[in-house]
C-alpha cells in the first residue's frame, strides 16, 4: 500500500484532489469516492474515478471497498452516455502498464465517430470544454 505524502513520499495528487486541497472539476462524490475530469483527456469528456482513500492498486483495496467504488465507476458511465453511447473503461495498474499516478483510478473515456484511436500527444483541457463537459457530467 502506498503511503503517498507520508515518510518523504511525493505528495499524491488525487488525495490532495479528495481532500479538495487541489483544484479540480467533480463530476460525482460521495463518501468513499471521488469522480473528477481528467486535465489531459484522450478524448472530451474523460473522467477518472478514484477512491478517496489512498491505494496504488487494485489488489490494495480492501475488500468492503469494491462495491462503493464499482458503484461510482457505474454511476460515472451513465453520466458519459450524455456524451457518447460508446466509451472505454480502463486501469492501468504499475509503470509498465501506463500507469502515471500511483493512486488507483478508473479512466472513462468516451468515444466518438471517426476517433479510432487515442492522441498521441495528451492536451490540456481547454477552460471552456472543462466547464462545458462539467456541467453535462455533474448533475444526477
Same mark, same amino acid.
Given at each position: 500500500?502506498?503511503?503517498?505524502?507520508?515518510?518523504?513520499?511525493?505528495? +499524491? @495528487?488525487? +488525495?490532495? #484532489?479528495?481532500?479538495?486541497?487541489?483544484? %479540480? *472539476? #467533480?463530476?460525482? &462524490?460521495?463518501?468513499?469516492? #471521488?469522480?473528477?475530469?481528467? @486535465?489531459?483527456?484522450? $478524448?472530451?469528456?474523460? /473522467? !477518472?474515478?478514484?477512491?478517496?482513500?489512498?491505494?496504488?492498486? !487494485?489488489?490494495?483495496?480492501?475488500?468492503?471497498?469494491?462495491?462503493? !467504488?464499482? %458503484?461510482?465507476?457505474?454511476? =460515472? +458511465? *451513465?453520466? =458519459?452516455? *450524455?456524451? $457518447?453511447?460508446?466509451?472505454? =473503461?480502463?486501469?492501468?495498474?504499475?509503470?509498465?502498464?501506463?500507469? @502515471? =499516478?500511483?493512486?488507483?483510478?478508473?479512466?472513462? #473515456?468516451?468515444?466518438?465517430?471517426?476517433?479510432? /484511436?487515442?492522441?498521441?500527444?495528451?492536451?490540456? @483541457? /481547454? &477552460? &471552456?470544454?472543462?466547464? %462545458?463537459?462539467?456541467?453535462?457530467?455533474?448533475?444526477?
Amino acid at each position: 500500500m502506498g503511503a503517498a505524502g507520508k515518510g518523504g513520499a511525493a505528495p +499524491c @495528487i488525487f +488525495c490532495s #484532489i479528495a481532500r479538495h486541497e487541489a483544484p %479540480s *472539476r #467533480i463530476v460525482y &462524490e460521495d463518501e468513499n469516492t #471521488i469522480a473528477f475530469l481528467d @486535465i489531459a483527456p484522450l $478524448s472530451r469528456g474523460h /473522467t !477518472l474515478v478514484v477512491p478517496k482513500a489512498h491505494v496504488d492498486r !487494485l489488489t490494495d483495496l480492501p475488500p468492503d471497498q469494491y462495491a462503493p !467504488l464499482l %458503484s461510482t465507476l457505474a454511476r =460515472v +458511465c *451513465r453520466r =458519459v452516455e *450524455r456524451l $457518447s453511447t460508446h466509451y472505454n =473503461v480502463g486501469l492501468n495498474q504499475g509503470a509498465l502498464a501506463g500507469q @502515471i =499516478v500511483f493512486h488507483l483510478h478508473f479512466h472513462v #473515456i468516451p468515444r466518438y465517430e471517426g476517433q479510432r /484511436t487515442f492522441p498521441r500527444v495528451r492536451k490540456e @483541457i /481547454t &477552460e &471552456e470544454d472543462g466547464r %462545458s463537459v462539467h456541467g453535462l457530467l455533474r448533475a444526477d
